[in-house]
């Protein structure tokens, strides 16, 4: 049985290692007010369990530096580092009018100027470049990328649970993609 919007896991931090030897780890906050990280509860990995419940942040360089509930060995945390930490949906605040949350676009239906859907996003990726949609192309046997831009997808219709791609043929076709870059990569 697929999951509840609600319960849905998102990921709102990346755990990057212990701080000294006091017990401390340090965090690195994906959200939009980094501050904000610390308000959600406990933190988990993918499968919901719990990772990390903070009792005290200060800002770091890059990151925070996090005093936790869980005592674990400068090692274990160290073992942890890159791990992402997630709180389930219901936890974040209601997006404003106009403003989404981008694990929100998985699902959509993607029109590309018909009246008929042209796909559906997977998945949103971001490989350090920017986000990237990830889109199930009707009649491809493998997805496509388009960058997430307003210039690439103009239009975003939450209520409607659809977007616009004009352009989504290009994407798919093979000449689309840097040279030696296939589909399937």
Known sequence: MPAKPDDKLIAVGVLKGAHGVRGEV????LTADPEALFGYGPLTDE???VV???KSARPGKDHFIVRPKEMKQKEEWDALRGRLL???RARLP???EDEFYIEDLAGLDVYSGGDA???RVRSVQNFGSGD???VDVTGLASSVFVPFTRADVPVVDMAARRLLIPELAMWSEPGSRPEGETADE
Do not use: D, N, Y
């Open 26 to 29: 340090r965090v690195k906050s």
């Open 86 to 88: 997630h709180v389930p």
């Open 47 to 49: 499968q919901g369990a």
């Open 94 to 96: 209601e997006a404003e």
């Open 52 to 54: 990390l419940t903070p």
């Open 132 to 134: 990237l949609l990830e």
């Open 117 to 119: 859907p042209a796909g």
